[in-house]
């Protein structure tokens, strides 16, 4: 479970966060949407502990998995390695075996697993993230802007494997300007203005362009 | 921390750099063993040869002298007897002073002091940091390594944009993250320069005793206060071009600027006479008694050498061998002072330069080192003692035999005396807290940026 609390947060004079309070529980996924500047990473960045807060107090419960718009990895090792070393760090040693069926869990082609991840595109990429967030049974993800750069093909599977980690009780936060995206993964929707929670509600029967709709209307 | 050492230890052994740095470092070594092997076998072979060109020297005088014999002064004036002073085992390893200041002086019973500076220790182009020694890849070219291997491991992540990631998987933190990978890189250094080690110690035959091992333990030491350095760099660059720019800017004002600005600062706070200028202040002294009465310079020798009273006078006309000889100890007696200060001056910037080698690492590794290995300055000082006392023990030997205008005939050369006193210079106390307390100093520095810095 994620809970903020009346999250202020400035960069110098300039306010980039002002009383922001948010919940996302077990078995649901919440989108942050919202322009550029809006602080939606900046949000993520103070649940991950990389920023601190001016005031309020954030809660998180479970192990958090962190999934970010780029995500980078060690390009001299190869996908399973990455998944490897990555979940060592996090105290979780993983045999090969292990290793494979966490990427083949994320869908992620058998003959690409052994191979330096030089040559794996942004998607392939994510999904070796996400295989390392499922090495560590994080029961807490955080995305940033996951379907920037993603074909509609790779954006379905990964609203699918969201879904599916949300039935097995995972609490999802992510970050995008994907309507679309929204429209067929999340539960609900915040929507950030100029650092502000400016509209917050559920998705169920909205497409997206009653979403963007909606969107316009809060901005 | 096993973990981060795994993941570091699969990205480096695939990066061409890890092997060409080590590599190269162990080639260096390699070559500076071989070097080292080369020098104490030379300097070996030197002194080993010294007994038979005295002996050649000594059976040119028989035959010079075969008919009739001659004046023990002639004997004495022709013949040169060697000192010399051992290397220690580890020389080989720490040529400090060896390959500048002699380690053998033929001397005569002439005045001493013309015969001592006749090599001289001011040449700025050998004594300059980094000759070819082992102690010079294990204290300079090792941190070097060292500072190449762990310049960018946050700043390098930070580019590649790893870090968050990295943050996010709570293995503890950026400085438990820079703490492993540099002491990775440090493991990898260390194990190379031990190998090194542990080849020179077979090729150089050194006795595995406590000796032998606490120079390695010293080298090793004085990669801390490197690993220090390589640390802050590592935990404040923001990108790995200046964190490279850093560590090189670190490297040459350690190397480099730091010893010269030292060496500058010592040479003008103390400014030591030069072998030349006692030299010519001794033989102009003693040309100056050919042309001066004979019996108050050999007063002047009589003052301090009362054991020779009962031959109080010299003719002021015919050359004699007591006058002669009386007259070169006068003139050495007459740079005393300046040979004092000659000597107190040394061991003064001797003294400071051992102090602030804090300022300079790689100075401070081979300031131990070399003292360890018995290469020093303190060695050299050493050696001009043992000269000093040598050329007294010709003195009490020749001279009551020359005053007393002994003849010496065939076969007077088997009684001439030799340099029996061939012990190495002694090893400076180790002491290891210099390094230890520097890398002290510097590691609190170390405070790695924010992940978002």
Redesign the interface.
Known sequence: MIQLQNISKAFGSRPVLQNLSLQVDRGRILGLLGGNGAGKTTTLNLILGFLQPDSGTITVTGETAYIPENVALYPELSGLENLRAFAALAGRDLSTQEGENLLARVKLPAEAMSRRLASYSKGMRQRVAIAIALARQAQVFLLDEPTTGLDPAAVHDLATLLRQLAQDGAAILLTTHDLWHLSIDSDEVAILSAGRLVDRFEVAGQDAAQLAQRYMQAK | M???W??DW??LR??AATWFLLGGLFLAGLTAIYLGKKFQEQQQAEISRLDAQFQAQCDRLEHRYRENGEHSGYWSYYSFYPVHQPPRPLAALSWGLRDVAPFVTWVRLLGLEQQLYESSLANPLLQSLGQFDLAFVLGVLAPLVLLLLGHDVLSRDRQ???L????????GGLLRMLAARLLLRLLLVVIVCSLLFGIAMIILQLPPGFDTFAWLFIALLGLLPWLAITAIIAARSRSATGSLAAAMAAFVSLVLLMPALVNLALSTLFPVPEGLELTVRQRQIMHDGWDQPRQPNYDRFLAERPEYRKWPTVPEKDFTWRWYFAMHEVADRSVAELVNQHTQHLRQRHAWSQRLAWLSPPALTQSLLSGHSGTDLDAHLLHLETTRNFHEHLKAHFFPLIFDETHFTAGATKSFPRFQNSAPAPAAPLNPLPPLLLAALLLPFARPR???S
């Open positions: 096993k973990a981060l795994h993941l699969l990205r695939r990066q590649l944009g790893v968050p990631l990295l943050a996010a998987q709570g293995g924010p992940v978002l």
